[in-house]
């Protein structure tokens, strides 16, 4: 899918993918702050290439997480 670019955290290749403000309809948990993200906010998806779930079927979708994109880009001074 175009837009998705590969960024590392933790040692680790997450896909990552901004979300717009329009495509953004319900509200998520940011794992940065822990703060709400509103439906309608601009933000960023993030899920590791590489599953950490051994599960059968799992994929790195399946970990997927909606950051704040400020949030996302301190992850490494958190």
Known sequence: MSGERVETFRGEDYVVRRVTGSASTKPYR?????????????????????????????????????????CWAARERR
Do not use: Y
């Open 30 to 70: 940011c794992p940065g702050c822990h703060q709400v993200i509103r439906p309608a906010t601009p933000h960023t998806v993030a899920w590791p290439v590489v599953p950490t779930s051994f599960a059968s079927g799992a994929t790195g979708l399946d970990e997927r997480r909606h950051w704040h994109t400020a």
